[in-house]
């Protein structure tokens, strides 16, 4: 059974993107590029990845991956890629994008199939791997704090993950980030 893991970096006051829903932060924080290897050795073990729609947009908008779908297999490989959304979204043409909306669990027998028994990443956002843990799906939250703070943005994870579901399982310095893993139990409260 595959593994589904957010991983992902925040600001040091806990935001993924700002309010225009821009990584530019990330990139202008040293290392932020992701290029470490124990993150090639992460995206080794990946069969497919999940990204929300804000989250897949930017990235094809800010790498022009519609006039340039060569750029994609560098940054992720051949890899299946779930996007949630609930709008029309661009295609990277030559790229196995697959297009999903509504409940989490209705996609994830599919998901998992295209896995192929290696793990499941969460690329962003927050309220999708949040839909994941209200499921009971999220496995693990592996997050890189970076040294940057933003005014406002989008949250890590808007939702209320208590000590009873969270445990923490690594904690590492990895450039100017420092990288938390926790393991996810149980499913929300309904």
């Known amino acids: 059974m595959p593994r589904v893991i957010f991983y992902t970096a925040t600001t040091l006051n806990g935001f993924l993107a700002d309010e225009h829903d821009s ?8 290392g932020g590029e992701g290029g470490d290897a124990d993150f090639q050795e992460f995206l080794a073990g990946i069969g497919v990845l999940v990204q929300g729609s804000s989250t897949y947009r930017w990235v ?19 890899r299946p890629t779930w996007v949630f959304s609930s709008r029309a979204q661009p295609v990277v043409p030559g790229v196995d994008i697959r297009f999903a909306s509504g409940d989490v669990r209705e996609a994830w ?12 990443w969460i690329v ?14 999220l496995d ?3 997050v890189s704090v970076a040294p940057a703070t933003l005014r406002s943005g989008k949250p890590l994870l808007p939702r209320a993950l208590g000590a009873d579901r969270l445990e923490l399982t690594a904690v590492r310095k990895a450039g100017a980030f420092a990288e938390l893993t926790y393991r996810v139990t149980g499913a ?3």
Do not use: T
Not at 109 to 119: C, S, T
Not at 124 to 137: E, I, N, S, Y
């Open 23 to 30: 990584l530019e932060w990330l990139f202008a924080a040293p």
């Open 60 to 78: 094809v908008e800010h790498e022009d991956l519609v006039a340039h779908p060569e750029k994609w297999p560098s940054y992720y490989g051949d």
């Open 109 to 120: 027998p599919r998901i998992r199939e295209a896995a192929g028994g290696r793990d499941v």
């Open 124 to 137: 962003g956002g927050g309220d999708l791997a949040g839909q994941f843990a209200d499921a009971g799906l």
């Open 140 to 142: 693990e939250i592996r």
């Open 188 to 190: 929300a409260d309904e």
